[in-house]
């Protein structure tokens, strides 16, 4: 059973460009929602997150928007460069009051053109 | 100050080989976590510990992986009779107290020949 439902699998966009990668959830006692950017050999780095008690966040160029009653989340790339072009995954934990296992998508590899 | 590393960044065993991957999370990170990345996947959670604690190991997929971290610092994920679908990348992430964000390392890449 896959928890997080990431789309799309892929995603081609002319520099400057807003792509938007996309994320849902099944289990209700997600209370943590972070993107990670990962690039070939490396391990996925944090971008930003978000909890369910807010429904947008930005920070810098990245924005996540959240809809707690669709169980949806998604992720906006304002201004795009070709050197954001990378995998990037949306994860979910259930903290209850500590640290947890995150749940991951299964990636969307980002393509931005010149 | 050092993020999160681990060694060897590769590792190729031969199929029933025994192996061992380091991890030497962030100073003062007291939870560290263990994930298993197939090719073109998600990484997928294997155990966690807070201090030398193991607090969950849903994720371990067989009772040839197991974890420990002795002194609550380094952790080792050691793999027995290794198996052709071992063959992934491994990750590990460290924490602060108290806190969601978990840091990665750049992982160790096996290949179960």
């Known amino acids: 059973q896959q928890q997080v439902k990431q789309s799309p699998q892929s995603l081609i966009v002319q520099k400057g460009g807003i792509p938007i990668i996309n994320c849902a959830y099944e289990n209700t006692a997600f209370d943590y929602f972070p993107w990670y950017q990962q690039f070939p050999g490396k391990g996925p780095a944090l971008l930003i997150a978000i909890r369910p008690d807010v429904s947008e966040k930005k920070e810098g160029r990245f924005t996540i928007s959240f809809n707690k009653s669709a169980k949806q989340f998604s992720l906006h790339i304002m201004d795009s460069q070709p050197g954001d072009s990378a995998t990037y995954f949306c994860a979910a934990s259930n903290s209850g009051g500590g640290a947890d296992g995150l749940t991951f998508g299964k990636g969307t590899h980002l393509i931005i053109q010149p | 100050g050092a993020g999160v590393s681990q060694s060897p960044r590769y590792k190729v065993a031969k199929r029933g080989q025994d192996v061992a991957l380091r991890c030497d999370p962030i100073s003062g990170h007291v939870s560290l976590f263990w994930y298993q990345q197939a090719l073109g996947q998600g990484p997928e959670f294997l155990t966690y510990?807070?201090?030398?604690?193991?607090?969950?190991k849903s994720g371990l997929p067989s009772d040839r992986f197991f974890a420990e971290r002795p002194e609550g610092s380094v952790s080792t994920l050691k793999i027995q009779r290794t198996q052709q679908e071992d063959s992934a990348v491994y990750l590990c992430a460290s924490s602060l107290p108290r806190s969601y964000e978990q840091y990665f390392g750049p992982g160790t890449r096996l290949t179960v020949t």
């Open positions: 510990f807070q201090n030398e604690a193991q607090l969950d």
